[in-house]
Each structure stands twice: as structure tokens, then as C-alpha cells.
């Protein structure tokens, strides 16, 4: 991409910031820089509030429109690269990749490639024109499923605003620790953990952070364990993982959020096997849904479950079946 053309990102103030510092509401909303960053860019005039220029320390009330147009020096860096991808769907406004897990989506600190943008650049040359090769949302590196790619301007345009409007339709499965009884919501806000930038956290009482709604229901209950179903409301770094953990049932294999032992007691040694070896969260973006970009219909695709997901929920359907014998809960 070339270094002229700079990247456009777009806010309207959340009235929970009423009171805040422009840079504090940059830094919570604009989280993939940082504070020294934004701070310049404000100063530059590059982050601007309602189209004027504003200092990094003057107060906002919500409502406002911070508008951050910058080049980012990182973009002359990035490289095609023959990455396999998964793609299952394609035509000249979009593309849906089932992306697997251990693949970064987009190069950052530490990993300045190998990513999804590298192998989008590959596959699909033209995207270098786009902002961001076309990504328009992200999974974690350890979360497998689906993510949609804007193949034209007039697509990234479109996705951008429905992801704004929470109009994307975005449904995962995970694993979770404990025994779920039934379905329900978390609507806790999340921000940036005041003390591990690594990871996130519910704040509640923090003006910097963001609302997140997450529905989850159950899918199917194993001694321990439990398999949900979850739909998001709003799209927060790890967001799943962080609202599972508040309540208590942390993804199996997360290896942020989840602070006991990667198994529950009474687990028996064939499953704390799996357990053991499972690599990552286990976590799988299963359904996307949005409105096609050109035909402005609604579209929806579904993702299989990858076969590490698979072989734990096999191994926890046999403890179940175990279990049975002794206990008429699971029968």
C-alpha cells in the first residue's frame, strides 16, 4: 500500500465518556495505539474532534465525531505471502475466510509477518490498495472461524458502518469450564486491565471503558464441563473470554483468563490428557451474518468446527457416557 494514502478510522463519543480527556477516549477507543502515539497524532491535528483540531488534555461531554486519518509508516513493510487460506466464499465485493487458529490476522508489535493480511496480499493482490488489506475485524491469533474481507472500497465502506451499527451477525461455540444450568446475558463493560496491558478486563466503574453485551446458551452439558453456544451484541477485544471468566467459567485452554488448573477436580486422567495438550481457548467463531455489500441482502455462512474442538468434545461426550453409570444427572 502505498504510504500516501492514509487510513481513515471513524468515532462518535459514547456519552459514559462525558468528562474524559480527548487522549484517555482515544487511548480506549483507538486501542491498537498507543497513548504516546495518539497524543502526537492529536497534536498534529491528525485525530481531530467534530473536524476541529483539540489538545490531548481538553475534556469531551459525548456526542462528539473524533475522526483519525493517518499513514501508517508500518504499510510500505507488508509483503505477499503464500500462506494457505480457507476461503468459502468469494466474488468481487467480498471474501469470508475460515481462518485458523494460530494465524495472527494482522502484523503488529513482534510479528511484522506470517499473518492473514500477508496471505490475503497473495491470494487477492488488488486488496493492497484497501485500507488494512480489506480487514475490517479481527479474531485473537488462537480463535479459529470466520471473518469477512472487503474486496473494494465501497464494500470496506459498507462493513465498516454495519459493524458500527451492530448489524454483523457474529455467532462462536466454545468449551467453558463448569457446568452451565442454562442460557443468559453479560452485560458488563470491558477496558484495558489497569495492570497487564496483555489482557483485558470487566470495569465496571472505568469511564475508558467500552459497553459489551455477550449472549450465551447451552448447547450440551458434560461433567465439568459445558459446550455454549454465544452470539455478541458488540464486538470488545476478547470480549467472549473475558465475560465467560467474569462469571465464572472461564474457556477451556485460555491461556489469559483462565486462573485455575486447565482441568476441574473429579476429571479423569484420559480427559486431563486432552485437556493438557489442548493448545488454546477453545473458541470458534461458527456463523457470520451481514448485508451484502451490493445486492444489500442478508447473507450467512457457517464454519465447521476444526478437529482439535471436535476431538475434546468427543472425549468429553465418553466422560459423560462414564458418568452415566453412576450418575443419572447425564443420562
Known sequence: MSRDVPEQFNYRVEAHFNGCRLDQIAVAVFSDFSRARLQQWIKAGELTVDGANRKPKDKLIGGENL????????????????????????DEHIIVIDKPAGLVVHPGAGVPDGT??????HHFPELSTLPRAGIVHRLDKETSGLMVVARSLAAHTSLVKQLQERTVGREYEAIVMGELTGGGKVDKPIGRHPNNRVKMAVLENSPTAKNAITHYRLLNRFPRYTHVACKLETGRTHQIRVHMAFIKHALVGDPVYLTRQRWLSGTSKQLKSVLGAFPRQALHAKKLTLIHPDTKQQVSWEAPLPDDIQHLLAELELEKINSASTDSHYV
Open 67 to 90: 475522526v483519525l486519518s493517518v499513514v501508517l509508516a508500518s504499510e510500505d513493510r507488508w509483503i505477499a505471502q503464500n500462506i494457505p487460506l480457507v476461503c468459502i466464499h468469494s
Open 116 to 121: 492473514l493480511l500477508n496471505a490475503l496480499l
